[in-house]
């Protein structure tokens, strides 16, 4: 029988990752740009909160696209009845927009929510997805995955895509100036991670990328690794 998988040891390690990822003060003016321009990106559709949108305009990433001709539509996030949630009635406003305006990107900024927001959207839409998170309390910036909620706020499934998305550009100074309770969430879940994905790798878990066989453990995501796995970075 032919599988679709690759078999694998638990010494052989799989990794999935945005196709860019740029982190540093001041990068989306100094590099949003010229980014969408590589990816022959000319109309993206830009949607957040009132405050990430606000943040990121501070910052340069309007600025930034308009210094290489690069045309945008910009949307508030959660002009619907439901809020701002990553619900189907929400991803389905933000595409027609999108349609309407015949944008051949999206660009998710702000948590979580908006982040699969946009990531469903330009699943469905068939076009490149740029996320700029705005806080560091979310796991969703660079996974290949979406958990989506109904209109009232209860948790409907997890959506899985094929590819991760296309850039992740983080600007520090964005960040370090989100609200103080985000951000310490933000570095408690990572302190998580440590305990949380080695344990994981014991049982053997099933990740997003290969299918274990008979057990054998494997990891989202991994930067390095030493003593088989035993010991090691991650990064979501």
């Known amino acids: 029988m032919k599988l679709w998988y ?5 010494y052989v390690k799989t990794f999935g990752a945005p196709s860019r990822y740029i982190q540093g003060p001041g990068v989306l003016g100094e590099y949003m740009g010229k980014i969408l321009k590589e990816l022959k ?6 949607f957040g909160g009132t405050r990430a949108l606000g943040s990121v305009e501070k910052h340069g990433l309007f600025k930034s696209l308009e210094a290489e001709g690069i045309d945008y539509v910009k949307e508030y996030f959660g002009r619907t009845p439901c809020g701002p949630e ?3 009635e929400e991803i389905n406003r933000l595409i027609e927009i999108a349609r309407a305006n015949s944008c051949d990107a999206v660009i998710g900024v702000g948590g979580g929510k ?18 700029v998170p705005t806080v560091a309390s979310t796991d969703a910036p660079c996974s290949a995955v979406a958990v989506i909620y109904t ?8 959506r899985f895509y094929p590819k991760n998305p296309d850039a992740v550009i983080v600007d ?7 609200p103080p309770r985000l951000l310490t969430c933000g570095i408690g879940d990572a302190m998580g991670k440590y305990t949380e994905v080695p344990s994981a790798v014991r049982v053997g878990a099933n990740n997003l990328l290969v ?8 990891l989202l995501s991994i930067s390095s690794t ?4 035993r010991h090691f970075i991650y990064i979501w």
């Open 86 to 88: 990553s619900c189907d």
């Open 172 to 178: 520090t100074k964005v960040i370090t100036e989100s």
């Open 226 to 229: 030493t003593a088989y796995g």
């Open 211 to 218: 299918k274990p066989i008979l057990g054998k453990p494997t």
């Open 114 to 131: 908006a982040i699969d927001t946009a990531k469903d959207s330009a699943y469905k839409l068939g076009v490149p997805v740029i996320i």
């Open 41 to 46: 990106i000319r109309k993206p559709l830009v």
């Open 6 to 10: 690759t078999p694998i040891s638990s």
């Open 151 to 158: 209109c009232n706020h209860v948790f409907k499934e997890y």
